[in-house]
């Protein structure tokens, strides 16, 4: 079931509300996601609202460059991105929500770059 949820980077520049079903949540292997140990749930657009305008995020780009991965420019943390295989749905990380119990998570495992 849908909750939402408001969201931000560390340093509190960046921030959004999503609509998200935590039992969809997911864990990514991919270089990106396993190093920064990002919990994903995709969200629409309908389900993702940004508080915070995009010149204030950088983007990063890598292997095909599809994958959008937004990070705060102050702190560096990456709470959303535009995924290569879902360029049309939110990526957003788990972690960067507030009020979220992670103890109480049991996201699926995703094998081979499914994610990104």
């Known amino acids: 079931m849908n909750q939402t949820y408001s969201g931000s980077c560390h340093c509190g520049n960046v921030?959004?509300?999503a609509s998200v079903?935590?039992?969809e949540s997911?864990?990514?292997d991919c270089s990106i996601c396993a190093m920064k140990a990002a919990?994903?749930?995709r969200v629409s657009d309908a389900d993702f609202e940004m508080l915070t305008s995009l010149d204030q995020l950088s983007v990063?780009?890598?292997n095909k460059g599809i994958a959008k991965h937004y990070f705060c420019k102050t702190?560096?943390?990456c709470p959303f991105h535009r995924p290569r295989t879902r360029p049309d749905l939110w990526g957003v990380n788990v972690r960067c929500l507030k009020d979220?119990?992670?103890d109480e998570l049991t996201p699926r495992q995703v094998r081979g770059s499914k994610l990104d």
């Open 15 to 17: 921030r959004f509300r």
């Open 21 to 23: 079903d935590l039992t």
């Open 26 to 28: 997911m864990v990514c």
């Open 39 to 41: 919990i994903i749930n």
């Open 60 to 62: 990063y780009r890598f």
């Open 75 to 77: 702190c560096g943390i």
């Open 100 to 102: 979220v119990d992670l």
